[in-house]
């Protein structure tokens, strides 16, 4: 084999190599930050929850589980403390980020698109320049417009360009949400991921977050729509993720702390749109409060994302329930996953576990603390 040959080939594997490990790098990493504070554990839930919640058959993909109830941890499976991309579980948690916005007068929800000079490429017609942001946080922008990360009805069942007023007309709209991560940036002039750090992270002690867990734009290696507008990624892990679901049922207190105003909490997770007159089947939720989703028949409010990640929250009982899997850290992994498709869920055990422990007839010591 000739010199020239020996070059070509070793430049190919050259190639090769740093293209496995680019492909390989995860997009975030485990932090511990230094204002981490540990969950405290509650007297675990009875044996026939545990069997409820418990898989019997191991799942196909990496799941976690976590209960947590008054602030404490009742049920946990499978490693909570794994970073996991938390896919539409973002609108909810920038709903949250909106809400502390708010209470520090730095951005006023009446203010319309014209206003904060928000367009597309495709330029936005004057009514559709007249959404509001919190038309945009009920998901009645009236802008249905190709926004990134969107699928299924989303594109499918998207009406027609000023077919409904801003404000009158309910759509889960990814253009909604990306423009929302948008506005937040400019209007606080803070990254998502920083202004979720000073104001959420470090005041809860999650566990495993950083100001980097956050990713403007998309990390998957696919085409992308042509949009102003880049959809963010939240990676959180299930432990921090429970720890997010417990202080929005406790009204937005963390130990003592009132962390966002239970005006907002109140607000944010009421609805605003009766989903059972809509044409587009929306299944178990029956209504949308901003960026999140509301079952008025088990009195819950819900955040979920695609990949079967779940969060069930019960004000009243102030119980929350969450369930992720695994879809991939680096590219490669995120790859496989979406090659696969893999959708192992246990959202019905979820579902179940609710039930039975918010049931008049279910007595554990810890519903009484």
């Known amino acids: 084999m000739n010199i020239k040959i020996k070059r070509i080939i070793l430049g190919v594997c050259t190639i090769i190599l740093i293209l496995v490990i680019y492909l390989l790098i995860p997009q975030v990493?485990?932090?511990t930050p230094n204002y981490e504070t540990a969950l405290t554990y509650g007297i675990p839930v009875s044996e026939k929850i545990n069997n409820i919640l418990t898989p019997t058959i191991k799942p196909k993909r990496t799941?976690?589980?976590?209960v947590m109830q008054n602030e404490k941890v009742i049920y946990e499976y499978?490693?909570?403390?794994?970073?996991m991309n938390g896919h539409s579980t973002r609108k909810a948690m920038l709903s949250l980020l909106y809400g502390i916005a708010v209470d520090q007068e730095l951005i006023n929800l009446d203010k319309t698109l014209a206003q904060l000079e928000v367009d597309e490429f495709i330029p936005l017609t004057t009514q559709e320049k007249s959404a509001t942001i919190r038309d945009l946080l009920m998901g009645k922008s009236g802008v249905y417009l190709p926004a990134s990360g969107e699928h299924d009805n989303q594109i499918t069942?998207?009406?027609?360009r000023e077919s409904h007023k801003p404000g009158t007309y309910?759509?889960?709209n990814n253009f909604d949400a990306n423009v929302l991560g948008t506005i937040f940036m400019k209007e606080t002039g803070i990254s998502i991921g920083k202004f979720m750090e000073d104001n959420l992270a470090k005041p809860l002690g999650l566990q495993d977050f950083d100001s980097n867990n956050v990713i403007i734009g998309s990390p998957w290696f696919i085409p992308k729509k042509k949009t102003m507008h880049k959809q963010y990624y939240i990676y959180i892990s299930t432990r921090d993720f429970a720890r997010i679901g417990a202080m929005v049922a406790n009204n937005g207190k963390w130990n003592g702390k009132q962390i966002i105003s239970e005006d907002w909490i109140t607000k944010s997770t009421s609805s605003y749109s009766d989903l059972t007159t809509n044409h587009i089947?929306?299944?178990?939720?029956?209504?949308f409060g901003y960026q999140w989703w509301t079952a008025s028949d088990t009195n819950t409010i819900w955040t979920d994302g695609y990949g079967e990640r779940f969060m069930i929250i019960n004000r009243n009982k102030n119980l929350t329930l969450v369930e992720q899997n695994f879809t991939g850290n680096s590219l490669l992994s995120s790859g496989f996953w979406l090659i696969n498709k893999n959708m192992d869920s246990g959202l019905l055990?979820?579902?179940k576990a609710h039930e039975t422990i918010t049931s008049t007839n279910y007595n554990n010591s810890y519903n009484s603390n």
């Open 29 to 31: 990493s485990n932090p």
């Open 78 to 83: 499978g490693p909570t403390d794994k970073i």
């Open 63 to 66: 799941r976690a589980i976590m």
């Open 157 to 160: 069942q998207r009406p027609k």
């Open 170 to 172: 309910f759509f889960n």
């Open 349 to 351: 055990n979820l579902m």
């Open 281 to 287: 089947n929306y299944g178990r939720y029956d209504g």
